[in-house]
């Protein structure tokens, strides 16, 4: 069982391994430069934890609880 | 028809990332656009403008903003066409000006170096170059541009860098060769991803391979724009800031409209006066007073309002503050079945729901889309504003609600808003667990830097506002004011009550036998339940087809029934005269509170807007929606007038 994008803590940096899927959903997040071995931050949440707000090749995006979960993470 | 590109020049694809500041370069490049449509067959919005170099004349194509050349959404799909050639009436273009966000390169590069695949002459504007100064971002332009293997600009809008480098180059590279695409090591997918799945993998890997020693370290301490960030999308703080900027927008312009709205009036007053005094007593001066010059100045009174919103809202858009609304918002907007990405369409219709509703095509999601589009139409448009501020100016009590800060008026106008809001969660909520049912749509979006909101750019939108509201909305507001006051003056009536009367009873004879006044007398009993008098009947139904004529219609109805034809028009006069407003054959005020309130509800739920209709038609391609949307905005308009007039008068308001 790896660790997944949606159970990081907020102010941690963590490495991309994999974003599991390959329908519009993985393809979006590969194009917005979540691909394996970048390094994401995780900024904050939004109110009730959702969506996250993240930090990554030097731009903040936002994703939800849902899609994090298909993203792989490893130590950095 | 569509004009033709001038003949002879050269036509070049602006491509871009959204909010990269496309929009500034084409101003910069081209200034205002010489044409602005649609693509033909579809409801993507086409801009092009003109510059010319060096004696050759250059059609400048605005393409809408795209993260990738692998369309997901109707707007991307667009982008791709153009760039193949695809669209009618747009040539292939012969060069591709690729605008990249210079603090923002990797994620940037990703359509840049798709565009070198599409096999045109490109050319790449590092946009936002000043704020990458500022943040100690260093790029090597020349090594940059020797390893994508085209040209590459910096772009700083303020000091106007790069235009004119970037004018020469887009000349040079139109008659040039295409650049090499990037090698891209896709591996092959033993997973069976999909094809766009394994080059973007491959494609980051290669940018990062470009970008070694292009560009220093991306930074990793914190710095203010951090801190602001970090309180602006606080669970707690972000979220009553949030509510603090909506109100406090609001009350602004509550307080800063009413001084130029009275200069507008007070110039209407003078200029009708004076017309009637050169004008002899007859159907021409009516026509012109009561009807035109009436129509002009209750549109004309409203702009100061329009143009202060759209002010407010360009603000927050040019700052970054609207995405940060959207990532507030989400979990909200998911709870009710809509998504974060409805906010900026929905957002939109508070000053228009056409607009909104044409933005609504940024969502990929077709099932997200149509829900928005069905609620946007409840957002309190622009054109609900005169009804809102008339009515609450007039019938509200001048009083503090609660906080001595906050004008009870500003609290009314405020809940009007929010009914809007509270009534399309409603609407939506059902909606998504019934005729849209189906799996959570996915969410996936930027959230732009902090930076200055650039004022060209802000002064521009809210110029436009109200330039389009005095142009489409007010055209249409005066014409239809000469309508209704001819449909309010014929046909004459045949018999005058006996003994001819005081001059408002035979005036008030006239207009119960004219067309509007049967049409009003017909829907009565229907209105009566909401407190309504066949006067507000009239002027309700004649709204149907585009609810800024409501003051004009009421203006020309009370007008007809004053005995003081001298008294000047305007929206205070207007006032006054729906004050002095009596049931037929008493002395009992139609106006009190709680109608005031039951037309404000009406207005406010009503789907009173022919234009809204057909967008909403040719949005979703289908029939269907345009007459559901009207079935329950109209049922649920009569519900909600009828329980607030019963309520307010049980309460004894």
């Known amino acids: 069982m790896t660790a997944s994008l949606d159970d990081v803590m907020v102010g941690s940096t963590v490495r991309v391994q994999d974003v599991s899927g390959g329908d519009a959903v993985a393809i979006r997040l590969l194009e917005m430069g979540v691909t394996p071995g970048v390094e994401v931050r995780l900024v904050g949440k939004a109110p009730f934890g959702d969506p996250l707000e993240l930090e990554l090749r030097g731009y903040r995006l936002s994703i939800r609880r849902q899609e994090a979960a298909r993203v792989a993470i490893g130590d950095r | 028809m569509r004009p033709a590109m001038t003949p002879g020049s050269l036509t070049v694809a602006l491509l871009g990332n959204p909010n990269v500041g496309k929009s500034t370069l084409f101003t910069a490049l081209a200034g205002i656009p010489t044409r602005v449509g649609n693509y033909p067959g579809v409801t993507v919005e086409e801009k092009i403008g003109r510059f010319t170099h060096h004696g050759q004349a250059i059609d400048l194509v605005d393409l809408p903003g795209t993260y990738s050349l ?39 590069l990703f359509l840049a170096t798709q565009a070198l695949e599409v096999g045109l002459p490109v050319v790449v504007a590092l946009s936002l170059a000043d704020v990458a100064d500022r943040r100690g971002l260093r790029i090597d332009v020349p090594e940059l541009s020797r390893r994508l293997g085209c040209p590459v600009v910096r772009f700083a809008a303020p000091t106007g860098e790069g235009v004119g480098r970037i004018r020469d180059l887009v000349l040079t590279a139109s008659s040039g060769q295409p650049p090499r695409p990037l090698d891209l090591e896709r591996s092959p997918a033993p997973d069976g991803r999909p094809p766009a799945a394994i080059d973007a993998i491959a494609r980051y890997v290669a940018i990062e391979r ?28 972000g979220t009553l800031i949030f509510a603090g900027v909506m109100l406090g927008m609001f009350a602004a312009i509550f307080w800063l409209a009413p001084p130029l709205m009275d200069l507008i009036s007070s110039f209407m007053d003078g200029l009708s006066a004076l017309v009637a005094r050169m004008l002899p007593e007859g159907a021409v001066r009516s026509l ?87 609620v946007a139409p409840l957002m309190s448009c622009s054109a609900r504003l005169p009804v809102y501020l008339l009515l609450c100016g007039a019938f509200v009590p001048d009083r503090a609600a609660g906080v001595p800060w906050l004008p009870l008026k500003a609290a009314v106008l405020a809940g009007l808003y929010a009914l809007g809001v509270v009534v399309a969660a409603a609407v939506a909520w059902v909606l998504s667990r019934t005729l849209f049912r189906g799996p959570q749509q996915p ?54 009550p006996a003994g001819g009367g005081e001059v408002a009873d035979v005036r008030g004879e006239a207009l119960r036998q004219s067309f509007l006044g049967r049409a009003g007398r017909l829907v009565e009993p229907l209105v009566k339940p909401l407190g309504w008098d066949w006067r507000i009947g009239c002027a309700a139904l004649a709204s149907f087809p585009a609810r800024e004529v409501v003051l004009a219609t009421l203006g020309v109805i009370y007008n007809l029934g004053d005995v003081d034809t001298e008294s000047a028009d305007g929206a205070t006069a207007l006032e006054r005269r729906l004050k002095s407003a009596r049931w037929d054959g008493t002395d009992r005020p139609v ?57 307010g008068t049980w309460l004894g308001w």
């Open chain 2, 591 to 647: 106006f009190t509170l709680p109608v005031a309130l039951s037309i404000m509800v009406f207005f406010a739920l009503c789907a009173q807007c022919a234009s809204t209709l057909v967008v909403i038609g040719r949005e979703t391609g289908s029939w269907i929606w345009p007459a559901v949307t009207f079935a329950y905005m109209t049922a649920l308009a009569w519900l909600g007038a009828f329980v607030v007039f019963q309520a």
């Open chain 2, 70 to 108: 692998v369309p997901q959404s109707p707007d991307e799909r667009v982008a791709v066409d153009v760039l193949r050639g695809a669209f009618a009436g747009v040539p292939r273009p012969d060069c591709i000006l690729v605008v990249a966000d210079a603090t923002n390169l990797a994620r940037n």
């Open chain 2, 210 to 237: 470009l970008l070694e020693g292009v560009t220093g370290a991306v930074r990793v301490e914190t710095t203010a724009e951090d801190r602001i960030d970090a309180l602006l999308t606080h669970p707690v703080w």
């Open chain 2, 443 to 496: 969410f996936v979006m930027e959230l732009p830097g902090w930076r200055w909101p650039r004022a060209g750019v802000v002064f521009e939108r809210s110029r436009e506002a109200a330039w389009s509201f005095l142009g489409n909305a007010g055209t249409l507001i005066v014409a239809l004011s000469i309508v209704l006051w001819a449909l309010g003056h014929y046909p004459k009536p045949a018999v005058l």
């Open chain 2, 288 to 374: 012109v007073v009561d009807g035109i010059l009436a129509g002009v100045s209750s549109t004309a009174v409203f702009v100061p309002q329009i143009a202060l919103l759209f002010l407010f809202v360009a603000l927050l858009e040019g700052c970054g503050y609207l995405a940060r609304a959207a990532f507030l918002m989400d979990r909200l907007l998911v709870g009710v079945g809509l998504s974060g990405k409805s906010f900026i369409p929905l957002l939109s219709s508070f000053a228009c729901a056409i607009p909104g509703i044409m933005a609504a095509r940024t969502i990929e999601s077709r099932r997200d889309r149509l829900l928005t589009i069905l």
